[in-house]
Every structure is written in C-alpha cells, then in structure tokens.
C-alpha cells in the first residue's frame, strides 16, 4: 500500500468499525470519508463500493478526486461519494462525512418527520432541528445537492426514505453528531409515541444556536 494518507485510511476504516460496532451502520451499508488536500486539489479518502465493514482493511480504503477518480487504492469509492463531495464543495468547514442508515434516524426520514429543537445539546451541537431534505436517488449528485440545500449551515441532515448524513470539522466530531442524532430521533419518537414533544422555547433556541454559529464560524476559518 502507498505511504500516501495512511494515516487517513487508517482513520476512516477506524471510524467505519466502530459505526458498526455501535450498530449505526451494518455489513456494508453506510460510508465513511474525510477530505484531504495533495496541495493542488481536494480529495476525498472514503470507504470503499459493497465491502463489509468486518472484512475491511485500511488498504481497501480509497483516496479519490471530487469526480470519482481514484488516486489511491484498488477499489472503486463508495456509491455515495457524490454526496461527500456535493457536501465538502458547500462547506469549507466539513473535513468529515458520514452517512448511515440507523434506525430510529431512518424512521424519522421515511415518515418525512424533521427531528425538532428538544434538547439543549442539540442545537450547540448541531446548529437546530435536523430537516429531512427532499428525495434524491441513491448514488446521484441530485442527493447530494437535495441534501446540502436542507443541510444549510447544520451538521446533519436527514435523507429521505434513506438515512442520515452528519458533517464533522473532525471523524470524531462526525461520529458524535451520528450518535447523537440517533438517540435525539430515539427520544423525539418515544416522545411523540406518548403525544407530548415539547421542543425547546424559541430564545433559549436562538441563545445555543448563536453559541453553534461561533464556533462554525471558526472551523469555516480554520478548514477554508
Ligand atoms: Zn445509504
């Protein structure tokens, strides 16, 4: 294998074990990226096309260009790297993408139900209510441009009849938001199962998410 981000390769099939040991991702549903630069352009270092997580190695991990060609690796990229692109072109602040197709999230996008402003975490974190964007078709740049348009400024976003889709300004920071967001659907099912979701007042709203906006504005700075 190419010495060339290895250590990267080694991160994001890290991060894909572990999805999957949490059970957010299963055999081999769901994709992992981060982005890199070789000094002249972006790159994207993603999980590979339909290998299961469990036989996974970090040489299987694929470094390609924004339009799929590869760079580094033998196999093709996963079918989802439209998405990560579509996502890393729109925001400077997103060195980290994952997709998953947990439950309690991909119930919440299958009913077309927004996961609203419920808890204080939430929205520091995630910068609001998570929407559900418009259907797109599995693998197309239509999903992936649907999904930045509901996205905005947020860092997840739920995909229609599909999954959901976490930005991080680091791995780490993705895979807490895709945590996160799937207890946060939990809670929020569980609530609306009982007839009461009260979400958060509208000012204590505005007060966290301009915590939220502070520092999105210095991962922007810090990752533009
Ligand atoms: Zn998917």
Known sequence: MSERWLSERGQVLEAAKELEWLGLVAVSSGNVSVRVDDGSRPLVVITPMGLPYARMTAADVVVADFEGEPVEGERPPSSELNLHVAIYQARADARAVVHTHSINASVCAVAGLEIPPIVDEMVVNLGGGVRVAEYGFPSTRDLGDKAVTALG?????????????????????????????????????????????????????????????????????AGS
């Open 153 to 221: 400024d947020r860092k997840a976003v739920l995909l229609r009849n599909h999954g959901l889709a976490v930005v991080g300004a680091t791995l780490e920071e993705a895979l807490a938001h895709c945590r996160l967001v799937e207890r946060l659907a939990q809670i929020f099912l569980a609530a609306r199962a009982l007839g009461v979701v009260h979400e958060l007042a509208p000012d204590v709203v505005e007060t966290e998410r301009a915590i939220y906006l502070m520092r999105l504005r210095a991962q922007r700075d």
